[in-house]
């Protein structure tokens, strides 16, 4: 939640696909949209595998073969929970 735009961009989005047998996940869960860290169409850019959760609404992204795809909104409420249950496990 860095409420900083253009904090993810595509170039970390490729080097973490290029490091991965997975696609990347990105949860840009900043909001309102203006402070978002990087917008759904341009993480699909950066890499059409992407698993993209945003922490606001965003109309839908056009995929590489013209399909258009929902953004999924990843709410705190639910999210959170679970990125400190996993950051407590890695310790």
């Known amino acids: 939640l860095s409420t900083i735009p253009g904090a993810f961009t595509t170039e970390m989005i490729h080097y973490v696909d ?8 990105v ?22 595998g992407v ?12 995929m590489p073969d013209g399909s258009k795809l929902d953004t999924a909104q990843a709410n705190n409420l639910y999210v959170f929970p679970g990125i400190g249950l996993g950051a407590y496990i890695c310790k």
Do not use: M, R, V, W
């Not at 922490?55 to 056009?62: E, H, I, N, R, V």
């Open 18 to 25: 290029d490091c991965h047998e997975t696609s990347p996940i």
């Open 27 to 48: 949860l840009a869960l900043s909001n309102p949209t203006s402070k978002c860290e990087i917008h759904p169409q341009q993480a699909i850019n950066a890499c059409p």
């Open 51 to 62: 698993f993209y959760g945003s922490g606001s609404p965003f109309p839908k992204s056009t």
